[in-house]
């Protein structure tokens, strides 16, 4: 795929095609990886931070938040399947 650069102010700007912002789920602000070698430039978006639930366990302040009677609630989602 050819590109075609841009002036804009005192830099050289290109656009990054629509299917890779997709692809890579990115947005205005997202930060992306750029790997120089000779005339050869790579751009790679970073892969997504998987979570996992102790960690976010241990963001919780304090104890966990109770709601009471939850065991009673009808289902809202596909938790009752």
Do not use: H
Not at 29 to 40: K, N
Not at 57 to 69: Q, S
């Amino acid at each position: 795929m050819l590109q075609t650069l841009r002036r804009a102010g005192g830099s050289l700007v290109m656009t990054v095609p629509k299917a890779f912002i997709e692809q890579n789920q990115l947005q205005e602000g997202s930060q992306v990886a750029l790997l120089l070698e000779g005339a050869r430039m790579t751009v790679s978006a970073p892969p997504k931070r998987r979570y996992k639930l102790e960690e976010l366990m241990a963001e919780m302040p304090g104890k966990l938040p109770r709601v009471e009677a939850w065991d009673t609630m009808r289902p809202v989602g596909k938790e009752g399947l």
